[in-house]
Structures are given as structure tokens and as C-alpha cells.
């Protein structure tokens, strides 16, 4: 009998040892799982869509976004932006690009913004079959009213340049959702 149980012995301890190993890779893998819950839980996506149709007149507009919530002052994040405009026998336009934008609530109601946006415009003259290709930058400093997920405010583009620009003036109006 003393023989049995010195071969259990040894048994029980292996048997024991993967028990808990397997417990501490579980919780690890827990921890884990929970930390990318965490990080998720504080991401907002939002974004716009637009669709502008007239008279020989069109404009299509995509600008998803997304923001890392770091507190409840401080976000940042990143957005894609793809644009078409055509007006018929005058001019069509193409622009896309990217953006990085940065939120502080210094007030629950109050978000402050900067925006640094780089688009790449590629426009074609019908009349005149002229092409302009360029680059436009953009840095925008906002200020707006929020209401939970809602923002609305003004931004001004303070490298606005009046003879190559896509926007028709550096003072902008915003709505800003996200979920």
C-alpha cells in the first residue's frame, strides 16, 4: 500500500501542477481579452455623408472618422475623406485624403479642436480641357457646443490661401457625431 502511494505521488503532483498552470494561462488570456475590451470601449467612430444633386449639378461625399478616448478631456484620432463634384459642361473634381484630429473638453460642454487635413484634388475644365492637380493642406482650430455625442461649432483653416484652396472661405461651420 505505502508502494501505491508513492507512485500516486507523483501522479497527483503532475495532475496538481496542470491544474494550475492551466488556470494562470486562462486568467492571463482573460486579462488580455479584457485589456483590448478596455481599448475598444473607449474608441467613437463617426464621420459624415453627404449627396448634393441639382441642375447638372452633383456632389458626393464619404469622411469616415474614428477617436481614442484617453479621459473625458482628451481624444484623438484619425479620418479618411473622398469627395466628387461635377458640375455639367464646366468642371468635375475628385479629392481624398486623410486627417488627424484632437479633442479637449475642458467643460463637459465645450470641445475645443485642431484638425490637420492633407488632400489631394485632381480637377478637370471641360470647357477649356485644362487639369489641376495639387495639394491642398489644411490646419483648423474649432470651438463648439457638445451635447453627448454631438458637437456643433465653427473652425477656421489658418493656412487658408484665397488663390489655391478647396474650401471658399478659412471660417467653417461643423457638425461633429460620434458613437
Do not use: H
Request: aromatic letters at 16%.
Amino acid at each position: 500500500m505505502n508502494y501505491l502511494i508513492k507512485c500516486n505521488t507523483p501522479l497527483y503532483s503532475v495532475v496538481l501542477l496542470f491544474l494550475i498552470a492551466g488556470t494562470t494561462v486562462f486568467s492571463q488570456n482573460n486579462d488580455a481579452f479584457q485589456s483590448k475590451n478596455q481599448f475598444w470601449d473607449k474608441v467613437q467612430f463617426g464621420g459624415g455623408l453627404g449627396l448634393g444633386i441639382g441642375n447638372g449639378f452633383t456632389n458626393i461625399a464619404v469622411a469616415p472618422s474614428a477617436i481614442y478616448n484617453f479621459n473625458q478631456y482628451v481624444a484623438a484620432g484619425v479620418g479618411l475623406q473622398y469627395s466628387y463634384l461635377k458640375q455639367k459642361n464646366l468642371f468635375s473634381s475628385q479629392m481624398y485624403g486623410a486627417s488627424i484630429i484632437g479633442l479637449v473638453n475642458p467643460l463637459p460642454e465645450v470641445q475645443l479642436s485642431v484638425e490637420l487635413e492633407e488632400l489631394r484634388v485632381n480637377v478637370s475644365y471641360e470647357n477649356i480641357n485644362v487639369e489641376d492637380d495639387f495639394w491642398n493642406t489644411g490646419l483648423f482650430l474649432g470651438a463648439g457646443y457638445r451635447a453627448q455625442n454631438i458637437t456643433i461649432g465653427a473652425r477656421y483653416n489658418v493656412l487658408f490661401n484665397k488663390d489655391k484652396n478647396v474650401y471658399g472661405d478659412a471660417f467653417m461651420p461643423f457638425v461633429r457625431v460620434y458613437f
